[in-house]
């Protein structure tokens, strides 16, 4: 039986994306695979696992909906964020050979992420739930005629041989991964941090444009706002937004004061150290 403070939760079978990013972040820690996303973030709550290793958003495919849903309400905290590069395998029964396949499975963004070498080999593409489930499922049946589009990882648990690896189009194809708990950890000031936080304003004109006037003035940078409907209406939306920073500094501080006179709702998720990719992505910007 695994010790649930040496355990780390993911949404998905062994083999997903996101097993890969919690082992590399939790190496000597026990992984639980979740079926769904709410799951994930009940193993943390229950105590079930100490983290939960969460999608927030793709660089191809954009944001993960279901976690901006569900994250706001899900009484933990982000205590850290980590960024894996995607690296998609064209995974085979062992023996099958490239112009055998005609049939390819994946997870609809997989395939998306991946549409020019389908189209290079004529492969019709079948969406499954999940890349790690299309590994799983042609484990099974083995046919020499299909293929599934998944990690290097879910082809070593499921036994399947990788005919070529790296077949996404695109090749910043990078997913940033949350890490979620139950306390707050407050970084250290050593660390450039990030904070993270959702808030409505009122509907009312300028009310986003007011709200946010704060972070300009007090020189605060914001490196992430995005707006998204919820409980069905569609006359005022909840924002999520990142920032660099805590809500300690000085300058943070006064920003989020003149947030909330302008919001009826204002949540700080968690500040947490900043991953060295983004400074790397800052840096790349910078020459271009």
């Known amino acids: 039986m695994t010790d649930p403070k040496n355990t780390v939760a993911f949404q998905g079978l062994p083999g997903a994306y996101s097993h890969m990013a919690a082992t590399r972040l939790f ?5 639980l695979p979740c079926p769904a996303f709410e799951d994930a973030f009940a193993a943390v709550r229950e105590g079930k696992a100490l983290y939960a290793v969460l999608p927030i958003e793709n660089s191809v495919a954009g944001r ?21 590069k995607v690296s998609h395998h064209f995974l085979v029964a062992p023996g099958t050979k490239l112009e055998d396949v005609t049939i390819v499975r ?24 999940d890349t790690a489930g299309a590994a799983s ?3 099974e ?36 991964f949350l890490v979620m708990a139950r306390e707050a950890v407050v970084p250290s000031r050593s ?20 709200a946010l006037g704060g972070f300009a003035t007090n020189g605060v940078n914001m490196t992430k706002l995005e707006s998204y409907q919820v409980a069905g209406t ?20 006064r920003a989020l004061d003149e947030l909330a006179h302008f919001t009826h709702e204002l949540k700080i998720l968690g500040s947490y150290p900043a991953h060295p990719y983004r400074f790397a992505a800052r840096r790349d910007l910078k020459r271009d």
Do not use: W
Not at 69 to 83: A, Q, R, T, V, Y
Not at 107 to 122: D, P, S, T, Y
Not at 156 to 166: E, F, M, Q, R, W
């Open 27 to 31: 190496p000597s820690m026990e992984v």
């Open 64 to 84: 993960v909906a279901d976690i901006h849903h569900l994250m706001p309400d899900s009484g933990l905290h982000i205590i850290d964020e980590f960024f894996l």
């Open 106 to 129: 994946s997870h609809v963004h997989a395939l998306g992420q991946c549409r020019k070498f389908i189209k290079e080999h004529g492969l019709k593409a079948i969406v499954h739930a």
């Open 137 to 139: 499922e042609l484990s």
């Open 141 to 176: 049946h083995k046919s020499p005629t299909e293929a599934a589009i998944a990690s290097e990882l879910a082809g070593a648990i499921y036994g399947l041989d990788s005919l070529k690896a790296n077949i996404e189009d695109e090749d910043h194809n990078t997913t940033r």
């Open 191 to 210: 660390v450039e941090t990030v904070t993270t936080f959702v808030f409505r304003v009122k509907n009312v004109p300028a009310a986003l444009y007011k």
């Open 234 to 253: 569609f006359v005022a939306a909840r924002f999520y937004a990142d920032v660099e920073g805590r809500p300690e500094d000085e300058a943070l501080g």
